[in-house]
């Protein structure tokens, strides 16, 4: 059995000093959110953040600099590589946003399976790299795994957080078009990107052969035509430059430095604390609810204990997982609020690992311009009301159409001056589609403390064991055929399919371990998402999810913060907490 993880040598400086009204850990999308939402309400708040201080702008040193101006234009070296083997597998990691990531060797855990952790430690977390795709969930994704048998009924539906949708993206912004699509709820848009000529042939081609797929434009965090409220904070237009990865010096895109954490900063009510490394959650048995935090210092390894009345659990979902299992005391030796026996179990992930393209003739006369940073949507058309296939739960479609960069290759001169002027000409059209698919949720994919190996800062290292299924395996053959089927439809050809069998975790998407659910029994979560057995404590990252859905769930993780915080506001002011 776990010990008491309060019994460690402590040096707080005086629970006066170190005592504020909210404690958030992690400054990432979600607690950004938290911070933004509990600092208006008037709460002293303290944000721990593990790695180092980023400050918008001014700590985005490679936002404007040409290619030629990078060492290496932009790519990895051959030693980046050997000493980085995992992170530098993630999405857009490249020379000129590496320093967003973590090293390898700083950061290890143990893989029993499989599992690609990614992660970026610094404010803003990685808020900074994140894909921005916002789509809605809609019902079917809050009672599906309950409906059809595959999961444990969410104690939300969509009418309870449409509202707080609503008010996140009006703070965020968020550009896409009201469809009307039941399995993709329409938000409050700003204007959408364009679809391009190939594009909308795409969109006519798939509702004209299916009457119920539909493309439809991008719904991302992407400020197209900024609002006031945005113009508030310090942001201005997107340039269509598709350098978000670098951070964005003009805020086009959403993330905590740039929105969140510089407007609860505006209240006076914020302090942040970089360099933190939170060791555990303290509980006090005798007020039967958390008191603080006990952080080591990541440079000087120094303990200091946090105090607050309510503290919110926002490290990103495995990091989350790893606290609370590490939060041991006597009266939760096997983690904090874990009565239940279910923390850590239950981590589920998105498949992305189909992908196709092609490319179709004609349109010819058409060209874009900018760099769009974006990919259209194809809405969820599986498994609905229904079950129409052999596997359960759905996938949301990520698709687009560009032009080659010059049109070298078909010239028959491979040098000189036709084909200096030829590669000045745009090539062919091409199509690509890529899956992100729900998964099953189960016990057996669960991540756990490791018994006798530790990080630099002395806390258990994590234990990742999570990996595919049957299911997974037949979503991701259904995705093949059907989009084949739709894009063989609309004319494109030499159509190739793409199995990349990456590893769980490349995806980004981790959730789950500290679900919410209705049943204490069952379930870490209240539909506020507090623990159930101790009701100060918010979790309200990719830990607290039932189940994955299909569509993209960092703007519900935003939506269910913002509400969780609003609740545990109210509930202090009666003393309930």
């Known amino acids: ?89 993630a999405a857009g990691y490249g020379e000129d946003n590496q320093h967003f990531f973590v090293n390898d060797k700083d950061h290890p855990y143990v893989q029993e399976k499989p599992f690609d952790w990614i992660r970026g430690y610094q404010v803003g977390g990685k808020s900074l790299t994140w894909g921005r795709a916002t789509q809605r969930w809609s019902d079917f994704e809050f009672t599906g795994p309950q409906r059809f048998g595959y999961g444990w009924d969410w104690p939300i539906r969509y009418a309870d957080v449409a509202p707080w949708y609503s008010h996140v993206e009006k703070f965020i912004g968020i550009c896409g078009n009201k469809d009307g699509i039941e399995s993709m709820p329409d938000g409050e848009f700003l204007p959408p990107f364009d679809l391009n000529v190939v594009e909308q ?41 598709n350098l978000c990865m670098r951070g964005c010096p003009f805020g086009g895109y959403f993330s905590s ?28 048995d005798k007020l039967q609810k958390a008191s603080g935090v006990r952080v080591i210092d990541s440079v000087t390894k120094e303990t200091t204990e946090y105090f607050a009345k309510i503290i919110f659990v926002n490290g990103s979902a495995l990091n989350s997982n790893l606290i609370l299992l ?30 196709m393209s092609g490319h179709i003739d004609g349109f010819e006369d058409k060209y874009v311009y900018g760099r769009n940073p974006t990919d259209t949507i194809i809405a969820n058309y599986r498994n609905l009301h229904k079950i129409d296939t052999d596997f359960v739960g759905g996938f949301t ?93 609309a004319g494109v050809k030499n159509i190739t399919h793409s199995d990349s069998k990456q590893a769980p975790g490349l995806d980004i998407h981790e959730m789950g371990g500290c679900r919410m659910g209705n049943d204490p029994n069952n379930s870490m979560l209240d539909k506020w998402n507090a623990l159930h057995h101790c009701k100060n404590v918010f979790v309200t990252d990719g830990a607290c999810m039932t189940s994955t859905g299909n569509q993209s769930p960092s703007i519900l993780y935003m939506t269910l913060t913002a509400r969780a915080a609003n609740h ?10």
């Open 397 to 489: 479609t990520f698709a687009g159409a560009y032009r080659e960069r010059g049109d070298g290759d078909r010239c028959p001169e491979q040098i000189g001056a036709a084909y200096k002027e030829a590669m000045t000409e745009a090539g062919p059209w091409h199509v690509y589609a890529y899956v992100q698919g729900e998964t099953i949720p189960k016990a057996i994919n669960h991540v756990r403390l490791s018994a006798d190996k530790k990080d630099q800062w002395g806390i258990p290292l994590l234990v990742t064991s999570v990996g595919y299924d049957d299911n997974d395996e037949r979503l991701l053959k259904d995705f093949f055929t059907q989009t084949e089927e739709m894009l063989t439809g």
């Open 326 to 355: 590490n939060s041991t005391s006597a009266r939760f030796p096997n983690g904090l609020g874990n009565d239940s026996g279910i923390l850590g179990k239950y981590v589920c992930f998105h498949n992305y690992r189909g992908w």
């Open 201 to 241: 042939h795409l969109k006519d081609s798939f509702l004209k052969n299916y009457g119920n797929r539909y493309l439809v434009h991008a719904r991302w965090a992407h400020l197209t035509k900024p609002n006031q409220i945005h113009l508030d904070q310090g942001r201005a237009q997107c340039q269509a430059r």
């Open 1 to 89: 059995m776990p010990g008491d993880s309060s019994k460690v040598n402590i040096n707080s400086g005086g629970a006066e000093k170190n005592t504020y009204d909210a404690i958030v850990i992690g400054s990432g999308i979600s607690g950004g959110w938290a911070a933004k939402e509990l600092c208006e309400k008037g709460l002293k708040t303290l944000v721990l953040e593990r790695g180092r201080n980023v400050e918008h702008n001014k700590d985005y040193p490679t936002a404007t600099k040409d290619p030629w101006e990078l060492k290496h234009r932009g790519r990895i070296t051959k030693e980046t590589h050997e000493q980085n083997p995992l992170i530098t597998k």
């Open 257 to 284: 430095n740039s929105s969140t954490l510089p407007w609860a900063a505006k209240t006076g009510n914020l302090t942040i604390r970089p360099f933190s490394v939170v060791h555990s959650i303290i509980y006090d």
């Open 568 to 577: 545990a506001v109210e509930e202090l002011k009666k003393g309930n907490l």
